[in-house]
């Protein structure tokens, strides 16, 4: 019998020594772990929210494309901040990714105790076609 849950393991996503994967892929439906602006040449956490949060996106997009899909397909979005003050930096990395007012993922944005020094955190969950 195959397995039901399929890993999803990103290049420049990672958890560090945690083992946990960027995302997992059940049937159609996929979901993410904690997604971080970290640099995913370098591994570092670069001190700008801004970038950041533009980082954070691009990993959301590349774990999706990973699972078979597109932004297109994200249902749901979990935003996780340091400070509320970052949601002008997500609300514009959403605009981009997300242009079209009646074609949008849901979103919820938290303040966090985002340790050391993560600013920003996505999850997110996709239903693919």
């Given at each position: 019998?195959?397995k ?8 420049g ?37 801004a ?15 990973t ?16 400070d ?25 944005t938290?303040?966090y ?17």
């Amino acid at each position: 019998m195959g397995k039901r849950r399929h890993v999803l393991e990103v290049p420049g996503i990672s958890h560090g020594a945690n083992p946990i994967p960027a995302g997992v892929r059940i049937g159609n439906l996929v979901f993410s772990g904690g997604i971080m602006g970290q640099d995913p040449e370098t591994g570092a956490m670069p001190p700008d929210p801004a970038r950041q949060a533009e980082l954070a996106f691009q990993a959301m997009q590349r774990l999706v494309e990973t699972a078979g899909g597109t932004t297109d397909d994200i249902a749901l979005v979990t935003v996780f901040v340091k400070d509320l003050a970052y949601r002008e930096h997500i609300n514009r990395e959403w605009l981009k990714y997300f242009p079209d007012a009646d074609d949008r993922p849901a979103r919820h944005t938290l303040r966090y105790d985002l340790p050391g020094n993560m600013l920003v955190q996505l999850q997110c969950i996709a239903v693919l076609p």
